[in-house]
T-cell receptor
Framework: GAVVSQHPSRVICKSGTSVKIECRSL??????MFWYRQFPKKSLMLMAT?????????EQGVEKDKFLINHASLTLSTLTVTSAHPEDSSFYIC????????????????FGPGTRLLVL | AQKVTQAQTEISVVEKEDVTLDCVYE???????LFWYKQPPSGELVFLIR????DEQNEISGRYSWNFQKSTSSFNFTITASQVVDSAVYFC????????????WGAGTKLIIKP
């Protein structure tokens, strides 16, 4: 149980194009999904918290117009990197919280496999 | 302030040795959870354990064990009889106070198990 998928796993794009990354909870409903960015050999950096049916909450320093997040259903959140530039190249990871989790289970984040973005 | 410190940046041991990964945290919450995740070279984070601050009993799962000491604000992770497949980066995390289930992450410890 608690499986999260991410698509694509890898993407290479030209500078100036937009890239959409999908995050899906496969066997549970996720009220809340999280988007992280991870640089090589670094810890996870939370970019935004995505709640189904409402606007995402962005962390300080993350440009909301650059990283568009849509959480249209209880099983899908998307991150769109708009007008990507080489400095946006990174490993993007999503996680999801099981809304039906009993008690402490709701505290646990389950992670997708990540998306490696390379902007040329 | 809240903080998670994993002081060991990298640990290298030979297979079958026991190894302990340290995690020290700071929080003003009186009740909280602590987490450990594993990130193998593939990149996907794997949930290992969630521990409630009320429960200070050590937990054992196969070769993995966790020692939670509230008095020293530590939540250490031990792997006994390590195997090459244990090679990964391990993260300790703590929920952010008054947040929407957001986590504060340690810097991670890279564990290398040599055959």
């Amino acid at each position: 149980g608690a499986v999260v998928s991410q698509h694509p796993s890898r993407v290479i794009c030209k500078s100036g194009t937009s890239v959409k990354i999908e995050c899906r909870s496969l066997d549970f409903q996720a009220t809340t999904m999280f988007w992280y960015r991870q640089f090589p050999k670094k810890s996870l950096m939370l970019m935004a918290t995505s709640n189904e049916g409402s606007k995402a909450t962005y962390e300080q320093g993350v440009e909301k117009d650059k990283f568009l997040i849509n959480h249209a259903s209880l099983t899908l959140s998307t991150l769109t990197v708009t007008s990507a530039h080489p400095e946006d190249s990174s490993f993007y990871i999503c996680s999801a919280r099981d809304r039906a989790g009993a008690g402490a289970d709701q505290e646990t984040q389950y992670f997708g496999p990540g998306t490696r973005l390379l902007v040329l | 302030a809240q903080k998670v410190t994993q002081a060991q940046t990298e640990i290298s041991v030979v297979e079958k040795e026991d190894v302990t990964l340290d995690c020290v945290y700071e929080t003003r919450d009186t009740t909280y959870y602590l987490f450990w995740y594993k990130q193998p070279p593939s990149g996907e984070l794997v949930f290992l354990i969630r521990r409630n601050s009320f429960d200070e009993q050590n937990e054992i799962s196969g070769r993995y064990s966790w020692n939670f000491q509230k008095s020293t604000s530590s939540f250490n992770f031990t792997i006994t009889a390590s195997q090459v497949v244990d090679s990964a980066v391990y993260f300790c995390a703590l929920p952010r106070m008054d947040s929407n289930y957001q986590l504060i992450w340690g810097a991670g410890t890279k564990l290398i198990i040599k055959p």
